[in-house]
Nanobody, 122 residues
Framework: QVQLAESGGGLVQAGESLRLSCAAS????????MGWYRQAPGKQRELVAT???????NYADSVKGRFTISRENAKNTVYLQMNSLKPEDASVYYC????????????????WGQGTQVIVSS
């Protein structure tokens, strides 16, 4: 069983910052890629940023230069530092991780968090 605990969402004004965190816990062999997606009302879920275990990073064009993804492998935790927030960044942000199971056949599977709300007022 794998659990993802997200935190850090909230209400901010445009131009301000927030930091999201997501910690994976439970029984597994290894956390592989980690990432953040977001979904605004009436829109499809979209990629925000991803980071591999060895630190390769991918950002959506809309957040490049403003958001920074990072991770602490020892804590199985991924962070999203969001600066210069805009009203269009308002969404529910979802953490996702790829986990390698600790039981045969040691398969990989994606897990999703429950989501954390980010509200940006103009």
């Amino acid at each position: 069983q794998v659990q993802l605990a997200e935190s850090g969402g909230g209400l901010v004004q445009a131009g301000e910052s927030l930091r999201l965190s997501c910690a994976a816990s439970g029984s597994f062999f290894r956390v592989n890629a980690m990432g953040w997606y977001r979904q605004a009302p009436g829109k499809q879920r979209e990629l925000v940023a991803t980071i591999t275990r060895d630190g390769r990073i991918n950002y959506a064009d809309s957040v490049k230069g403003r958001f920074t993804i990072s991770r602490e492998n020892a804590k199985n935790t991924v962070y999203l530092q969001m600066n210069s927030l805009k009203p269009e960044d308002a969404s529910v942000y979802y953490c996702t991780v790829e986990i390698t199971s600790d039981t045969f056949p040691y398969s990989r599977r994606d897990y999703w968090g429950q989501g954390t709300q980010v509200i940006v007022s103009s």
